[in-house]
């Protein structure tokens, strides 16, 4: 790994531990760790404060146009100000996909994230990271686990957070709409890139799968 940039690219469906797993990922090796949903999220969190539709795409654009999302010490920054908790609010949950499946959206933010990962160490997380956004990275992972355990995950995540009015037919359900929405979509749609390793954390825990990606990267 001399002279040479390390490039992680690591997709997968909804709750599928992708976040949790990249960022620990990222402080073993010590490298950048970027969150590409958190992206889509801010601009969604925006929308929605706006009181724009999600099917408004002429308004969306403008509020696009006059809108910045940042990353500084691993928090996420929409127009300057730190929105970590209020993009996991699950209202977001529910509108993010409509907003990331519209072209101009998209191009901006792989405009974005290509700029983000173009001098540094990276580990990148999301759903076309592999595929479109950084097509060389040196390695690729798909995460995966099945709907009813990532389901489970988020419930708990949402109750933990004092969502007291969910249910986990509920999760449920918006998860497996937003994998629809995501894998279904024209554009860059969620898929395992041929040369990705696959991990299926179903059974495993965070830390079994942090040091299987490792043992991958460092050649073990
Ligand atoms: O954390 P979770 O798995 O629930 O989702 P996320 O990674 O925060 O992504 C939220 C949403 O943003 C996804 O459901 C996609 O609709 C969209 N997204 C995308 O289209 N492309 C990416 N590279 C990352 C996220």
Redesign the pocket.
Known sequence: MENRRLVIAV?????????TIAKKVAQKLNIEYI???????AL?LKVIRSNVEIDNVEEILKIMESTSIEFIDNHIYLDGTRVDEE??ENI??TK??????IKEV?QM??KL?RKMAEYTNVI??????GT??LPNANYKFFITASVEE?AKR?YKELIEKNNENITYEKVLEE?KE??K??ST?KI?P?KKSPDAYEIDTTNKTIEECVDEIINIIEGR
Do not use: E, H
């Open positions: 997709d997968g469906p909804a709750g599928a531990g992708k976040s969150d590409t949903g958190a992206m889509y999220r969604t993009i996991r977001i949950n993010v996909s409509f907003i990331a499946k998209r933010m792989i994230q990148m997380d999301g759903r076309d990271i479109v956004v990532r988020r998860i937003r994998d929405i995501d979509r860059a969620l």
